[in-house]
């Protein structure tokens, strides 16, 4: 009897994992946040949904299937659709609301100061941050809910010109980890930021440290949850901007706060 109760048991612990609870986060449909759309019902067909012509994020949490739809800071508030489809399923639309943001980019800070950064580093920029804001990998359900790539520090949102994320105040070296499991697809050396480091979590979900002293990983590493990626240092210059972390989600920079926490009253 004990081989069949072992065998039992490792069956129902498996049946248990793989029914388990996805991550949904909160639904905040304003500018720099992410909009959660409910698609449908179903235990063996996975949905695509875009929104225009970028794939989405999709998670099941009791069989529901939802759209996890990243939106950009500079998304007009009002009525918007996605479309969606399975094999079983033509395409079909669902609406969705995008509202006025009247909290957290109130309080974003302007890192730019009123200067412009130089043509040089603005066009090494936009060369690697216009194909990621392009890429989809075609995985299951990311690694979510996202973790803080730093502990025990400090941040806040910040913006300038080029970058929408938080930034981490940090008074010593500390190490910088994988916020969630994924590939690295993007390690490049900046004339004036630093080092530029990517990690692509699939489904359009991409972290990225553009302003990174080091790097600790190598293109094309498979990373797990909270792994070492860098070491960051204080920048003599600025003590307040020694780490930049930006989170992509169907090519648009988002508040990673939304993807790191279920309610508003965790963070």
């Known amino acids: ?3 069949i109760l072992n065998t039992l048991a490792v069956f129902i612990i498996t049946v248990c994992c793989n029914n388990a609870a996805a991550f949904l986060p909160e639904a905040n449909p304003v500018p720099g946040g992410v909009a959660v759309v409910p698609l449908i019902k179903s235990q063996n067909e996975i949905p695509q949904a875009w929104f225009g012509q970028r794939r989405l994020l999709v998670t099941r949490e009791a069989d529901i299937w939802y759209a996890i739809i990243g939106l950009g800071i500079d998304q007009v508030p009002g009525q918007y659709i996605i479309k969606f489809s399975t094999p079983s399923l033509r395409e ?3 609406p969705f609301n995008v509202y006025a943001n009247n909290s957290d980019l109130s309080k974003v800070q302007d ?3 009123g ?4 043509v040089v580093n603005k066009q090494q920029k936009l060369e690697f941050l216009n194909p990621l804001q392009r890429l ?3 995985t299951n359900t990311p690694d979510l809910p996202l973790g803080a790539p730093v502990t025990d520090t400090t941040a806040h949102l910040r913006t300038d010109n080029t970058y929408f994320g938080l930034t981490y105040n940090l008074t010593s070296d500390i190490d910088v980890l994988a916020p969630a499991a994924g590939t690295v697809i993007l390690v490049l050396q900046l004339d004036e930021s ?3 480091l ?3 979590h699939g489904q359009g979900l991409i972290s990225l440290f553009p302003n990174l002293n080091n790097s600790l990983v190598t293109l094309d590493q498979k990373l797990t949850k909270s792994e070492n990626v860098a070491v960051a240092s204080v920048n003599e210059k600025d003590a307040q901007t020694a780490l930049l972390w930006v989170v992509l989600l169907n090519g648009n920079q988002v ?4 993807l790191m926490f279920k309610t508003k009253s965790e963070r």
Do not use: E
């Open 255 to 258: 508040n990673p706060y939304n």
């Open 92 to 94: 079909t639309t669902q």
């Open 111 to 113: 890192s730019n100061n």
């Open 198 to 200: 990517a990690i692509d």
């Open 115 to 118: 200067n412009d950064d130089s």
């Open 136 to 138: 989809w990998t075609d």
């Open 1 to 3: 009897m004990k081989p």
């Open 194 to 196: 630093g080092v530029a």
